[in-house]
């Protein structure tokens, strides 16, 4: 089984590789261990993230592609759809019998067919446009629809903060 | 290098050779003393044959392992009565062959608390009681020894060696429980004409009988004290301290509070210290204050930390300049001394090749693309807000 997944995961991550997606990068952290993944992603243009590059963690069961992988952010990240911890809800992530939110279809869910490459932009476009019905992060979701200009600004720090920038002043 | 620093608090010394005119006449007796050396090597695996072969009960035993120990450099010398009803010794530690010296003048045996093959111990004359099992068993064991086997036992409490002029260390209490009658004794060790000492700190115990063989003799006196009886309602703890201040007493030094485990400590300790200096040295450049290698696990954030202080320097650059360092400071110095050179048109350039077919390949590329896309994203974040 484990076998079956690292020929899998090897796939992925030539095909990353050599057609690397805009604005997405995946490698695994090391040659030794291939189940746990590093990658960066870029906020989307034209929102509040834009240009923030985001670092992640994404973690693969040993019967990968069949169950669905974990992934985490390991930067602090302040999004409708991401805990606190920075682990990521969104249903891509989610195999198709569990659904914590009751709000997904599973047409969008994890299967098999689905990649990493698939989970960043699907990533990517959580990032661009949040369900604040589903919500991971309270306060967050609150803020999202209630006061969009402190939620750019939280959002604005936390890209500055990627780019080794400092911080503006609120 | 004086012999009294604070982590050593004089206990143990940190210079083979206390005055200058030792080393010169080291330096002199040098070609000599590697003859010697090299005639009691072979001396030495004789001695050994003969040791294993005449055991410690046989009489002739004493007077052949004499002689051959006195070829090798090796002189006990007694003083004091010996009392022959007692089964446990106690005495101080100043030498790796402490126990052999007090074994050429009485046999006795030294319970082994390294854990080393069977074999060795035995030809070295230690006895396994258990010590590995806990303090318990060794005490039990040895209890069983004395009755049982006509051996004494020699024990060194301090469990570890000092230089034997300041003060003894802490005494462990196992001997004191195995027996309620107990002769201590003092160990004195000289070297005519070469005051070497025996032991340094951090040395390991070939280092100190390398020396042993080196020099032309050392003389290790044994003086035997008064047997001690525990009294009747006298705690071990109290008996224990009795028997030190015996001993320190006689040597003229102090009781101090350092156990054997400080001792081990302190030797960890000037090691790293040295250890440290010599680095500082060879690089004059870096600072010789204390320096922590980054976890590779944190070179990212460091690198990202440097580059809020440094933004011409590339992230690229200086992460592969961590990689060689691993070490936040240095990394800064070179940055500033230019060895780590700001962006480059040619780091771009490298971005553009294609990847190869190896995993190995692909990691390096994925490291170089992943801080080309932070830092092209950050001018263009810059750029966007300048415009603003």
Redo the contacts between chains.
């Keep these: 089984m484990a076998g079956y997944a690292l020929k899998r995961l090897?796939t992925e991550?030539?095909e990353l590789?050599?057609h690397?997606p805009d604005?997405i990068?995946a490698?695994?952290v090391?040659?030794e261990n291939f189940f746990e993944w590093e990658c960066?992603i870029?906020g989307p243009e034209d929102t509040c993230f834009?240009?923030?590059?985001f670092?992640a963690r994404i973690s693969f069961p040993q019967d990968y592609p069949l169950s669905p992988p974990k992934m985490r952010f390991t930067c602090d990240l302040f999004h409708p759809n991401i805990y606190r911890d920075g682990r990521v809800c969104i249903s891509i992530l989610h195999a198709p019998g569990d659904d914590p939110t009751g709000y997904e279809t599973s047409s969008e869910r994890w299967s098999p067919v689905q990649s990493v490459e698939k989970i960043l932009l699907s990533v990517v476009s959580m990032l661009a446009e949040p369900n604040d019905e589903s919500a991971a992060n309270v306060n967050a979701a609150k803020m999202w629809r209630e006061d969009r200009v402190k939620f750019n600004q939280i959002a604005d720090n936390l890209?500055?903060k990627?780019?080794?920038?400092?911080l503006a002043d609120s | 290098m004086s012999t009294t620093t604070p982590l050593t608090a004089g206990l143990f010394s940190t210079n083979r050779f206390p005055s200058e005119n030792t080393n010169t006449r080291v330096t002199l007796y040098l070609p000599i003393g590697c003859i010697i050396f090299i005639v009691r090597i072979f001396l030495g695996l004789q001695t050994f044959v003969a040791a294993c072969v005449l055991r410690k009960t046989h009489a002739l035993r004493g007077l052949v392992l004499r002689v051959m120990s006195a070829l090798l450099g090796i002189v006990a010398t007694s003083s004091g009565e010996k009392d022959e009803s007692v089964r446990v010794f106690v005495a101080n530690h100043i030498s790796c062959l402490d126990h052999m010296a007090v074994d050429l003048i009485r046999p006795c045996l030294l319970p082994s608390v390294w854990d080393i093959p069977n074999v060795l111990r035995w030809l070295f004359g230690y006895a396994d009681l258990g010590v590995r099992s806990g303090r318990g068993e060794l005490v039990r064991q040895a209890r069983l020894h004395i009755k049982s086997d006509d051996l004494p036992l020699l024990a060194l409490p301090e469990a570890a060696m000092t230089n034997g002029k300041k003060a003894l260390l802490r005494f462990s209490s196992w001997p004191f429980e195995v027996s309620d009658r107990i002769q201590p004794c003092t160990l004195r060790l000289s070297r005519p004409f070469f005051n070497v000492e025996s032991t340094i700190i951090g040395a390991s115990w070939w280092q100190d009988t390398l020396w042993f063989l080196f020099l032309p003799c050392t003389i290790i006196n044994v003086k035997w004290l008064p047997t001690m009886q525990r009294d009747e309602n006298e705690s071990m703890d109290s008996f224990r301290d009795r028997v030190a201040q015996a001993i320190a007493n006689e040597l003229g030094i102090e009781l101090s509070n350092w156990t054997s485990a400080d001792a081990v400590e302190a030797a960890k300790k000037y090691r790293q210290e040295t250890q440290r200096l010599r680095i500082a040295q060879g690089t004059p450049s870096k600072p010789t204050t204390s320096r922590t290698l980054i976890d590779p696990k944190r070179m990212d954030e460091v690198a990202m930390r440097i580059k809020q202080s440094h933004p011409t320097v590339a992230l690229l650059n200086i992460r592969r300049d961590l990689e060689k360092t691993k070490d936040m400071q240095s990394t800064i110095e070179r940055i500033k001394n230019g060895t780590v050179k700001p962006i480059s048109t040619a780091e771009h350039l490298s971005n553009k090749k294609s990847p190869g077919s190896s995993p190995n390949e692909w990691h390096s590329l994925y490291e170089e693309r992943k801080w080309t896309m932070i830092e092209e994203n950050r001018a263009k974040y810059l750029q966007k807000h300048v415009e603003d």
Excluded: H
């Excluded at chain 1, 834009?50 to 590059?53: D, I, L, S, T, Y």
């Excluded at chain 1, 990627?162 to 400092?166: D, E, G, K, R, S």
């Design positions: 090897m991550y030539r590789t050599l690397p604005g990068l490698a695994p090391d040659e960066l870029t834009a240009n923030g590059v670092p890209v500055r990627t780019l080794c920038l400092p």
